[in-house]
């Protein structure tokens, strides 16, 4: 029974190149994300000054 081996997996150190790559790519991808985000918001804020300069609506409440 002595002469069986059991193949298990060795564990090594966190690689540094890996984690870089890792981290990396996920601070560009919440950095995009927000920036959609931003933009998105931008471009509502933009329609909105539009629509209120041209008198399509206003801010102050009608008055019944």
């Known amino acids: 029974m002595a002469g069986h081996k059991v193949a298990h997996a060795t564990l090594k150190?966190?690689?540094v190149v890996?984690?870089?790559v890792i981290g990396l790519a996920?601070?560009?991808a919440a950095g995009g994300l927000w920036k959609m985000h931003h933009w998105?918001?931008?471009r509502k804020t933009r329609s909105?000054?539009?629509l209120l300069?041209?008198?399509e609506i206003s801010?102050?409440?009608a008055e019944e």
């Open 59 to 61: 801010v102050v409440a």
């Open 48 to 50: 909105f000054y539009d």
């Open 26 to 28: 996920l601070g560009l």
């Open 13 to 15: 150190g966190p690689s």
């Open 53 to 55: 300069e041209r008198g």
């Open 18 to 20: 890996k984690e870089l």
């Open 40 to 42: 998105n918001e931008q």
